[in-house]
C-alpha cells in the first residue's frame, strides 16, 4: 500500500480505453447499494452523499449506480457504459468478495478507487483489482473518519411508533385485522417518517419486549405519532401526551372506537373507511394540532377527579352477597 492506503494492480489502468488519452473525468459512484444483491445502509448512502457533494464543489461530472431493489428506476450497475466513464468509485463499506471483484472486469479500462472502506484482507481479488484503495480502516494504517460523519445536517422526520396486533380471534367474522395492518404498512411504507414497531406486551426474557410499563411509556413520550389498531397503543399514547393515529380493525367498531369516544379523540379511521386519504387526513391532523390535543388529554387524565368504574367497584366491595353493609 501507498502513503495513502492505495494498492496499484500489477497492470496499470488502460483509462485512456474508449474514452481516448484526454478525456475529461467522469466517475461511476458504487457501493453495496448498486448490487443486486447486496444492502443500502444508512451509512452508506450518507457516505454517498458526502462524496457527491465533494465531486459536485470539485466540478467533476458523475453518475451513481443503484440496485433496483432499492431505487427503482435509477441507473442500474449493468445499464452502466463503461465507455462512458473514466473512474470508478466505490464508496463505503467492507472491500471483499465477487461482486466487488466484478467491478474490475466490468470496467477494467477504467481507474478504480475505493474510498471510505474497511480492508480486511489486502490480498483479496476485490480490493487488488483497485488502483487506489483509501481505507477508513486496514491493517497498519492509521483510521480515518468515515465519510458518512462529515454529511450535511439532514432535516428531521416524523418519528412513528407503530403498534398493531394480528390477534383479537374473539371478535369471529368482525375481525379485519390482517387487511388493516397490510393497508396501514403499505401506506407507512410511502409515508415519509422514522417508523419505530412497539408492542405493548411485556417480557423479562426478550431483549426486543419493554420488561415494564415505565420502559413503554418512556418510548412512547419520544415520539411524534403512534399509528395503532390498539386499544392501548391509543390510550398509552395520549397518556404520554403524544397524538394516537388510531384504526379501529373491528368491522362495526369495537373497543378502539369506545375508547376514542371516552376520550373524545377524532383521530379514529374504522375499518370500513380505511384508505390512503384517510390516514393522509389524520396524518396531517396529527402533526399539526394532535400534540396540543393529546397534552390535554394527559393533564385530564392526571388532574381529572376519579370516575370511571372504580368508585363502583369500592362500594360494590364494601357490600356482602346479601346486600347488606360489613359489620
Known sequence: MDEAGGRRPDAEPGAAGARGAHAAPRALLTGWFSFLHGEATAGDVLALHRLQEVLDASGIPHDTAWSPGFRPGELRLEEADPARYTHVVFVCGPLHGPQVAALHERYTHCVRIAVGVSVIDPGDPAVRGFHRVLPRDARGVRPTPDLAAATPALPATPVAGV??????????????????????????????????????????????????????????????????????????????????????????????????????????VPAERLTDRELDRWWRWCLVSGRAAARRRRHAFRHAPGRGPTRTLVEALRTMPDGSPPE
Open 163 to 268: 403498534v398493531l396486533t394480528h390477534g383479537q380471534g374473539e371478535y369471529g367474522g368482525r375481525r379485519r385485522h390482517e387487511e388493516v395492518a397490510e393497508r396501514v404498512t403499505d401506506w407507512l411504507t410511502g409515508t415519509d417518517c422514522a417508523r419505530v414497531e412497539l408492542d405493548t406486551r411485556l417480557a423479562r426474557g426478550d431483549w426486543r419486549l419493554c420488561a415494564t410499563p415505565a420502559q413503554l411509556q418512556s418510548v412512547l413520550a419520544r415520539l411524534d405519532v403512534v399509528v395503532t389498531d390498539r386499544l392501548h397503543g391509543l390510550v398509552l399514547a395520549l397518556r404520554a401526551g403524544v397524538p394516537a393515529l388510531a384504526v379501529d380493525p373491528v368491522a362495526g367498531g369495537a373497543k378502539v372506537t369506545a375508547q376514542a369516544r371516552v376520550y373524545r379523540w377524532p383521530a379514529l
